[in-house]
Every structure is written in C-alpha cells, then in structure tokens.
T-cell receptor, first 117, second 115 residues
C-alpha cells in the first residue's frame, strides 16, 4: 500500500530534550516536506527536499533540522525543543519530477502531535 | 504577495443541506494551481482536487463541485446533499509557477454536518 509513515503519532517531551520525528514513504517520490499545523494558521511549511541531499527552508524553519540521506526517509529533528514548537506535524511527499507541487497532489502522513512542556 | 483566505472559520449545517466553502486567493503569477484538501476528524490530510489557472471549467465529482472564477480570484467548493461523513476541516491551497515546491495554505474551514 502506498503510504507516508510518520512516527510517533504522539510525543510529549520537555524543553531542551532533543527529539526526532521520522518520516518514510514507499512511493519513490523525490519531493518531501514537513509542515506544522496550528489552529487558525493552516499549514506552514518547515523544510522541504527536492531529492536526496537537497533540502531547503520553508516558511518557519527556525528550531528545526532535516536530513535527506535516502530517498524514502526525511526525518525532522528538534535539537532543543521549546514550548512554542508544540504543534501537529505532518510529513508529505509528492510525485517524482517536475516543479512540485504543481504537477501532483501531496500524500500526507497521519501526523505527529508534539507537546513540549 | 501570495495569500489564500478562507473567511469561514466554521460552518454548521443539517444533513442533506447544500453548503459552499469559500476560498479567495491572491497572486501576481498568471500561472498557478489551486488545491482543496480534506482533513477528517481522524487527522489525515486527503487531496480532493487540483485546478490550474488556465482551466476555468467547473468540476463536479459526485456530490462535490468546484467553481473557479479568475475574475473574482475565487475557488469555491460546494457539497450537495451533505452527509455526516463530510464533517471535516477543508483547506484551500495555492501554488505559483515562479515559486516551486511550496504551497500557500488557507487557514481552513471546519464543516460540521449535524444528523
């Protein structure tokens, strides 16, 4: 089954404790992206990746890191989480080639609800 | 600057009523794409439709229809004979030809269908 898998679904942590949210897709998509969703703000892009070893900042990259060492995986790293990073996070991937997302719809993971106390 | 406005924060209707979700966008590009996504209570985001700026034909898919009007910069979504399963948050999004790899999202409209 074609899917984007995020883990964990729920995560509660404390300020300053490094954490990683994993994302994996099995559709051979070149494009992957991380979003955060906050009430009244819709989805805001954190980072995206056009292909292996190619990443770029989105609208709200501060406090986050990503890596794309393999095509299928795109982990989101919070080196020193803070309470303002409490949010619902989504990983997404898109079809290969072209100027995404113009060509294809995005496939989303089920989300990770992060709480930082 | 590019922007997507979904002015309706929440809409509540009774089952079988028709309901329209509004989406107004701003862009300076002549080539762009518009999307609708659905987020049911379970939380996942599901693609519904994509429309490019050169195709103003309205789209109908079962009980769902979309009205794209460039003159008013709107891409509205209508559900006919709504059902409880239509309850979800609906997002409208914009991508521009000159800014690849990024979507501009509206804040979403929460639709509640009461039985």
């Amino acid at each position: 089954e074609a899917q984007v898998t995020q883990n964990p679904r729920y995560l509660i942590t404390v300020t300053g404790k490094k954490l990683t949210v994993t994302c994996s897709q099995n559709m051979n998509h070149e494009y992957m992206s991380w979003y955060r969703q906050d009430p009244g703000l819709g989805l805001r892009q954190i980072y995206y990746s056009m292909n292996v070893e190619v990443t770029d900042k989105g609208d709200v990259p501060e406090g986050y890191k990503v890596s794309r060492k393999e095509k299928r995986n795109f982990p989101l790293i919070l080196e020193s989480p803070s309470p303002n990073q409490t949010s619902l996070y989504f990983c997404a991937s898109g079809h290969e080639g072209g100027r995404l997302p113009h060509n294809s719809p995005l496939h989303f993971g089920n989300g990770t609800r992060l709480t930082v106390t | 600057a590019q922007k997507v406005t979904q002015a309706q924060t929440e809409i509540s209707v009774v089952e079988k009523e028709d309901v329209t979700l509004d989406c107004v966008y701003e862009t300076r590009d002549t080539t762009y794409y518009l999307f609708w996504y659905k987020q049911p209570p379970s939380g996942e985001l599901v693609f519904l439709i994509r429309r490019n700026s050169f195709d103003e034909q309205n789209e109908i898919s079962g009980r769902y229809s979309w009205n794209f009007q460039k003159s008013t910069s709107s891409f509205n979504f209508t559900i006919t004979a709504s059902q409880v399963v239509d309850s979800a948050v609906y997002f409208c999004a914009l991508s521009e030809w000159t800014i690849a790899y990024q979507l501009i999202w509206g804040a979403g409209t929460k639709l509640i269908i009461k039985p």
